[in-house]
């Protein structure tokens, strides 16, 4: 099975095999191949899914969401963009539509109830192997789609100072702070004060002068 070592540490961290995991290492092998520079460069991306995706790319590529180099966008896809510094493109990676990728239903089943913390049968962990190793195996061209993208990196996470909100008291990165009416709130008040649901009309993100 190609790439066994490397999947074999990455599933050691992960807690467990799966199909997601896997094809995060095959797009992480893939940006090292095909974006320029990424093997020695500092790789962004935005993954577009919250799963086991998200460990297998941040593992294997060194981006991750703790750095600020991983941005996570859940639209509930098997799919990222990669860039690399003043690469002047990003390349966006996509599990084909019918590839390896996407197994039977029973797959995700089994998925599932490891994400519980559930122990799978033989005849299960003999179902996931085959599709780890399918993925694992697969001819890139097979397993993936490439498109280069001209969208610009996500910006890198923002810090800076803390400053308290003005409901609870409690420090929040001033970055994080909403300006409601003149007040500054963190998240959780900032949407308590409108009664748990924010208006149609008004800024996704926290906005301060």
């Known amino acids: 099975m190609e ?43 935005l993954a577009e899914s919250v799963g086991c995706l ?4 941040q593992s294997a590529t060194g981006a991750t969401v703790g ?9 509930g896809k098997l799919a990222a963009t990669f860039w690399v510094p003043q690469g002047g493109h990003g390349l966006r990676l996509q599990a084909k539509p019918g590839g390896a990728a996407f197994p039977e239903q029973a797959i995700w089943d089994d ?3 490891l994400r519980a913390g ?14 780890v190793a399918a993925i694992l195996d697969a001819e890139p ?15 890198a996470l923002r810090i800076g100072r803390f400053d308290n909100c003005m409901d609870c008291n409690e420090p929040t990165w001033y970055v994080r702070l909403f300006n409601h009416n003149g007040h500054k709130m963190c998240g959780p008040c900032h949407l ?18």
Not at 67 to 75: A, D, I, T
Not at 141 to 155: G, H, I, S, W
């Open 3 to 45: 790439y066994e070592q490397e999947y074999g540490s990455l599933m050691e961290s992960h807690g467990h095999s799966c199909p997601e995991l896997a094809l995060g290492l095959r797009m992480a092998v893939a940006v090292r191949y095909h974006l320029p520079n990424a093997s020695s460069a500092a790789v962004r991306g």
């Open 111 to 113: 998925v599932e109830s």
């Open 141 to 155: 061209q097979d397993l993936l789609v490439f498109e280069e993208v001209a969208a610009p990196q996500p910006e």
């Open 67 to 75: 750095s600020g180099r991983l941005v996570l966008e859940n639209n």
């Open 118 to 131: 559930q122990d799978l049968d033989d005849s299960a962990q003999d179902r996931m192997g085959k599709v």
């Open 192 to 209: 308590a004060s409108h009664g748990g649901h924010l208006p149609a009309v008004h800024p996704k993100d926290p906005v301060l002068d």
């Open 54 to 57: 998200v460990d297998g790319i």
